[in-house]
């Protein structure tokens, strides 16, 4: 009974010792003069080359929220790193600032350059395969990712929840090769049905690989927790937390990334 006792608690221990260890650390770089810093997270168990998740948050900043979907793609398998848009510890839940913050980026050329320079942190993480990359953003970060891409950055997969939804410039979809997830709150009232349709609209037209998910009854920031609490905190209407969609997308967004550039 004894030796059956002591090889139980041998295994055990093996058992722990063979458990993923997540590690996270904080990640230093610049750009245009911006000191920023990423979140890096990835599971020191895994070997050899690994896909690579590059996650843009919302028009908040690197809060928490973002740095929980690296944790979780992690966990997965993959390498996660959240973006900094803004500067070092620059966050905020007053949207008033969060509007202020990110309205620069709207439109110009310093969207992709921003992402540009948190990929190219990615890309350096030696275990992380440079052709099996792929970007997901929320909300403003969902815009960013599309900007990205369209940008011609070298992804396998796009993916964007309750993002904003940019069409295409002529001419950019030829510039990558990427698949597209786009994930989106049916009733989103800052989403409009138009913009979906000039989405769709360049999407056909380029005869690009993209999938578009919508969920009933889902407004804005749908998959976030967090967001009823910084809707009542700014008087903002539009923006709530339904778990069945979070629950679903997220579900969309494992299933992509597994198809698009595997897992380890």
């Known amino acids: 009974m004894k030796k059956l006792s002591f090889v139980v608690s041998l295994l055990l221990i093996a058992a ?3 458990q993923a260890k997540l590690i996270t650390k904080a ?4 750009h245009a003069g ?3 810093e990423g979140y890096l997270a990835y599971d020191d168990q895994a070997k050899g080359s690994r896909p690579g998740v590059l996650v843009i948050p919302e028009w908040w900043g690197l809060n ?4 929980r979907r690296a944790d979780e793609l992690a966990k997965l398998g993959y390498v996660a790193f959240a973006v ?4 070092a510890g620059v966050v905020t839940e007053d949207a008033a600032k969060a509007k202020q913050l990110s309205g620069p980026f709207y439109g110009k050329p310093l969207m992709a350059e921003r992402a540009h ?5 990615l890309l350096k ?3 992380v395969d440079s052709k099996r990359v792929a970007v997901m953003g929320y909300c403003f970060g969902g815009t960013t990712a599309l900007a990205l891409a369209y940008d011609g950055a070298p992804l396998a997969a796009v993916i964007t929840v309750h993002g904003g939804l ?3 410039p002529a001419g950019a979809l030829e510039k990558t090769h990427a698949k597209f997830l786009v994930l989106h709150g049916a009733i989103d009232p800052f989403v409009k049905p138009e913009d979906v349709q000039a989405f769709q609209k360049a999407m056909n037209e380029a005869k690009t690989d993209y999938q578009l998910v919508s969920y009933a009854n889902a407004i804005h920031a749908f998959s976030n927790p967090d967001a009823d609490r910084l809707a009542k905190k700014n008087n903002l209407d539009g923006i709530g937390y339904n778990e069945p969609a979070a629950r679903r997308s997220w579900r969309e967004v494992e299933a992509f990334l597994s198809e698009t550039i595997g897992k380890r």
């Open 16 to 18: 722990v010792g063979a």
């Open 27 to 30: 990640v230093p770089y610049e």
């Open 34 to 36: 911006v000191k920023l």
């Open 64 to 67: 928490d929220y973002t740095k």
């Open 84 to 87: 900094d848009m803004y500067g």
């Open 117 to 121: 320079a948190a990929l190219d942190q």
């Open 125 to 127: 993480v030696d275990s």
């Open 166 to 168: 940019i069409p295409a």
